[in-house]
């Protein structure tokens, strides 16, 4: 059995020619130029890939290969897996895998006599092989072609790093170098992702943050490095949809990504190596930026203004004023896609990766947290401690929340989001239902300070819209005086709110 490790990296269509002509490749000591024909087999009802399983023929000019690999370790693009290749002779041989469990579901007559091909990929590839420092050896390729699966095809223009032999870290080295001058970004899904998608039909969608698995046994840096892959990964899945979409939804659910990964920053900072989170946090900070102002005007054009035109359709002062939203909306979307497509993306995104894969799994001295131990026994302690101070604090926010101070309830709302981020990193390790109802109280009550906070925020911006236009500003007033009762209703809410929060309890750890 081998292990494979390699990092996959999108590369857009229109900037393949720049690649190539990229000065870093005329340092590679090997070149060569063929052509891949894949085709990828499984069940009727997709059980190998139900099972983490992928069974692959590659044609090696007359002859074809057949390799088994599995489920392994993934985030963002890189990715390391056991893999089994052998020759085929015209029927599926499973017996070189030395996983006993894998090779005797494969070899189960159920699954290996209604194998049956899915999809096909077909692509040129440009390989590279470098020869770096310490007896590291990574190949870079290109790859450009096609994937098909029930008469349909998707285009393949994608860059894989492996590592042939040594050190993980020149995987980002060369990427990083790479990604300076070209627009490259990590490629969560790989060829056989997508082609699963284009077999069964499946439209993309936004992607939404999930679970991440944790163990109990874990180190605290650890579980860290996990949630801030998963963070990295949340992100990285809505790229593509952000830039190729309409949707508001796909730039959105990267800012939730991105104000995660923050929230695991300064949550894990009293365990992390000094000075860490300083090399992550400046770049993190300036891409919530960017995404913040895009969503502010998606909010405001969909939630703020449009449903009041909707409800007076023939007030003409509103019609312009939305005009003006879109028009602004539309120039800060160009601006934020713009740079989502610019190669200093692609840069931070792989930094970001390097520096989490870099983290060794021991506690460090990077900060101090009240009430929490430097060196915790082990993450439920970690856990548990983190959680008590976070809800703590969030009840000092509660007693100091005034309706009439918007800022006090913007500020309980950031503090009720750092707790639910919290609760839901450390969830696998609590009794599901209790957690569950938890965190459904919080997001209750977190959703309606933002809606509060939307309406507060929207002032200022519809104002900086309507300019010194007189018909502006009285559609400014028209659209506050719409959603008044809405407002109202919300800050009635907030105290029987709050009086709810102060009676929710921690769940309790599993050991």
Request: charged fraction near 25%.
């Amino acid at each position: 059995m081998a292990e494979e490790i390699e990092l996959k990296l999108a590369l857009p269509e229109d900037a393949q020619r720049a690649f190539l002509r990229h000065p870093l490749l005329r340092q590679a000591t090997h070149k060569q130029s063929y052509r891949l024909t894949n085709l990828y087999y499984d069940t009727p009802e997709l059980a190998l890939r139900e099972r983490g399983i992928a069974l692959r023929l590659r044609a090696q000019g007359k002859f074809w290969l057949q390799s088994v690999k599995c489920a392994g370790n993934r985030a963002g693009g890189l990715s390391a897996r056991p893999e089994w290749e052998t020759p085929y002779g015209g029927h599926f041989d499973f017996a070189a895998i030395d996983e006993e469990t894998v090779r005797a579901w494969l070899e189960r007559p159920k699954i290996v006599n209604r194998i049956a091909p899915v999809f096909e990929t077909n692509f040129q590839r440009i390989a590279w092989t470098f020869e770096l420092v310490r007896g590291t050896r990574i190949e870079l390729a290109l790859d450009r072609g096609w994937i098909a699966a029930g008469g349909q095809r998707e285009a393949i223009s994608e860059v894989e790093i492996e590592l042939l032999e040594g050190d993980p870290a020149e995987l980002f080295a060369l990427a990083q170098a790479l990604a300076a001058r070209t627009p490259l970004v990590l490629a969560p899904l790989s060829k056989a992702d997508r082609g699963y998608r284009l077999f069964g039909q499946i439209p993309a969608t936004p992607f939404r943050a999930v679970p991440i698995p944790l163990a109990a046994t874990a180190t605290p840096v650890e579980a860290f490095r996990s949630i801030a892959l998963a963070c990295l990964d949340h992100l990285q899945r809505n790229h593509a949809g952000a830039i190729n979409s309409d949707d508001p939804e796909y730039i959105h659910q990267m800012r939730v990504a991105v104000r995660r990964l923050r929230a695991a920053l300064r949550l894990f900072a009293p365990l992390l190596p000094e000075g860490f989170a300083a090399r992550l946090l400046p770049a993190l900070q300036d891409l919530m930026a960017m995404l913040g102002a895009a969503r502010d005007y998606d909010v405001l054009l969909a939630e703020i203004a449009a449903p009041v035109l909707r409800a007076l359709p023939d007030e003409p002062r509103l019609a312009a004023l939305v005009g003006v939203i879109t028009e602004r909306r539309f120039a800060i979307r160009r601006d934020a896609l713009q740079r989502l497509a610019a190669p200093h993306y692609g840069e931070v995104v792989l930094q970001t990766l390097a520096t989490l894969h870099g983290l060794e799994g021991k506690v460090g001295s990077g900060g101090t947290a009240p009430e929490t131990p430097n060196e915790p026994s082990s993450l439920l302690e970690f856990a548990a401690a983190q959680l008590r101070r976070l809800r703590k604090k969030t009840l000092a926010l509660a007693g100091q929340a005034n309706v009439d101070a918007p800022e006090t309830l913007h500020a309980l709302r950031i503090g009720i989001k750092r707790l639910r981020y919290a609760l839901e990193f450390f969830a696998p390790l609590a009794a599901k239902k209790p957690m569950q109802r938890l965190l459904a109280h919080l997001t209750e009550l977190q959703d309606a300070l933002g809606q509060i906070n939307d309406l507060a925020n929207a002032g200022a911006l519809l104002m900086d819209c309507a300019g010194d236009d007189p018909r502006l500003r009285e559609a400014v007033t028209l659209i506050g005086g719409w959603h008044g009762p809405r407002h109202q209703k919300l800050l009635a809410a907030v105290p029987r709110g709050l009086k709810r929060l102060g009676k929710l309890k921690l769940p309790r750890f599993r050991a």
